[in-house]
């Protein structure tokens, strides 16, 4: 394995300021590892090898010419199928998008073009991200490098896998209930799900508007924190990006001191349903988080016992209607109904959203145009409104004796593919502990904790904060991230099992 692979973003960016290696040699180290292992783990749907070696080769010649670049600069990196990339092809893991090429680029990818970060390709997701393991990719499943019969979380489990198993040192994930720290937490990677209006969702294929957000998937906290400032501000093209300063965070991992911070554990994200070696690792944390100059209160937040039924309202219903557009006439797949001669628009439809959306999006679609329904509107979609504001209401009052909160970010390590492919109630608990922050646009963290004790699998705990306190995100990572890196003696992910390598 290519020692350049292991290094942080952080490591590498210094490498190339010092003119150590180049940006063409760091890309073409991780299409070299992507060449040998992804046939296995299956992490990208596209490789863009030309276009990475290309701005990579760009950033080269700017540095040689003296010019200033951003911190970033020349490091590779993956992007979630779920934002547009002009001129590569963008499916969001579904048969209804394959072939669409966007005309355009999201601004998340703007920005990581802009800061000269070349794109290594586009990675795998549940279709349209609704699912907690990726095996609801039309594309078939990523597999978790840490064991390649166990699913690496979803929606995002090809950027997770692909940071987790050394293809990119980066990845942008998506997270709309859990998408990016949950994946995190099962392939012992760390997973940032900002402020929602932090990052603009402008070119993100909607799943549920209100509840959207794009982060950063990488190995280090200080690498998120230097991809959370590369991507997040304000953005014209989305009215519900906030027009604010983004919250300091690399300055918060540079000062990450603790004594003196209020961290709350939510009782209601614990105990039954919990794996135990999930609620070990979790309390050692606390542990060193008391050692640092914590203090550790219990809060309660009674309404977030309700958070899976609310977002499995909410989510369908903006599901049903932002997938609307995928009516054969825009985008993508065009199927032509068997045995009609002259087919009305609305059959060519139905038969294009027959045969380009898989199960779990038709489960969802149907569930949300009910939800919406006229005169089930109030009984089910404004009701989990209602209970929406409840549980922000939780947070506030949460928040008004603490400084952030914690909890183990999913209930159970990576389980077995095929597990809860059939059992949609089951994959669905994934999200916990990940909704609530969700459903109240707060911020949250996911960083390795450990390993399980029953099946030497990562777990992970997740640090919350109120909006646009991102930086408090940091602040606490960074510290237990250091004395966790103490305890374990280097990196967790060191720990893994090497990849057999295709040759
Ligand atoms: N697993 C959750 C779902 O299926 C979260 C998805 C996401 O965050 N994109 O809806």
């Not at 039309?138 to 690496?152: F, H, K, S, V």
């Not at 542990?287 to 937040?301: D, P, Q, R, W």
């Not at 909890?407 to 949609?424: E, L, N, Y």
């Not at 646009?468 to 510290?479: E, I, K, P, T």
Request: contains cysteine; glycine residues 10%; aromatic residues 6%.
């Amino acid at each position: 394995m290519n020692e350049l692979i292991t290094r942080s973003a952080v490591e590498l960016a210094e490498l190339l300021a010092a003119g150590e290696v180049s940006s063409v040699e760091v890309t073409q180290a991780h299409l070299d590892r992507i060449a040998a292992v992804d046939g296995a783990v299956h992490a990208f749907l596209q490789v863009d090898a030309e276009g990475a070696l290309r701005t990579a080769a760009d950033v080269d010649a700017r540095r040689a010419a003296g010019e200033a670049l951003a911190p970033l600069a020349g490091i590779p990196i993956a992007v979630k199928d779920v934002l547009a990339t002009k001129g590569i092809p963008t499916t969001c893991g579904s048969k209804i998008l394959e072939g669409w090429v966007p005309p355009y680029d999201a601004t998340v990818v703007k920005r990581l073009k802009e800061a000269g970060l070349p794109i290594l390709g586009k990675t795998n997701m549940d279709e349209f991200a609704m699912g907690s393991s990726t095996e609801h990719s039309a594309y078939g499943p990523t597999r978790n490098p840490w064991d390649l019969e166990r699913i690496p979380g979803g929606s995002g489990g090809g950027s997770a896998a692909a940071v987790a198993g050394y293809l990119a040192p980066l990845a942008i994930g998506t997270d709309t209930g859990g998408s990016i720290r949950q994946p995190s937490a099962v392939t012992g990677t760390i997973g940032v799900k900002p402020t929602y209006g932090g990052v603009s969702r402008y070119g993100l294929i909607a799943l549920a508007s209100s509840l959207d957000q794009a982060g950063p998937v990488t190995r280090t906290v200080l690498d998120a924190a230097l991809l959370h400032e590369t991507i997040a501000g304000h953005d014209p093209c989305d009215s519900t990006s906030i027009d604010a300063p983004v919250p300091p965070v690399l300055e918060a991992v540079r000062n990450a001191d603790l004594s003196g911070l209020r961290v709350g554990v939510v009782s209601e994200l614990r105990g039954e349903g919990y794996q135990p070696g999930i609620e070990a690792r979790f309390d050692d944390a606390l542990k060193l988080l008391t050692s640092a100059g914590a203090e550790i209160v219990e809060v309660s937040c009674a309404h977030f016992v309700y958070g899976l039924a609310t977002y499995y309202l909410i989510l369908p219903s903006e599901a049903s209607s932002n997938l609307a557009k995928f009516d054969a006439m825009r985008y993508g797949l065009r199927v032509l109904p068997d045995g009609v001669s002259d087919p009305t628009a609305e059959q060519v439809m139905a038969a294009t959203r027959e045969a380009g959306f898989g199960p779990e999006v038709k489960r969802r679609i149907i569930l949300g145009t009910y939800a919406l329904s006229s005169g089930y509107w109030d009984a089910y979609y404004g009701s989990a409104q209602k209970v929406r504001t409840l549980i922000r209401r939780d947070f506030d009052a949460a928040y008004e004796k603490v400084d952030v909160l914690v909890s183990p970010t999913a209930p159970t390590t990576a389980f077995p593919i095929g597990a809860k492919v059939d059992d949609p109630l089951a994959m669905y608990l994934n999200d916990i502990a990940t909704i609530p922050a969700s459903l109240a646009g707060m911020p949250g963290l996911s960083l390795p904790s450990g390993l399980a004790d029953e099946d030497g699998l990562p777990a992970g705990i997740q640090v919350l904060a109120p909006a646009m306190a991102d930086d408090r995100l940091y602040r606490v990572a960074a510290a237990l991230e250091s004395m966790l890196l103490e305890q374990w003696g280097g990196p967790l992910l060191s720990q893994a099992p090497e990849l057999e390598v295709a040759r």
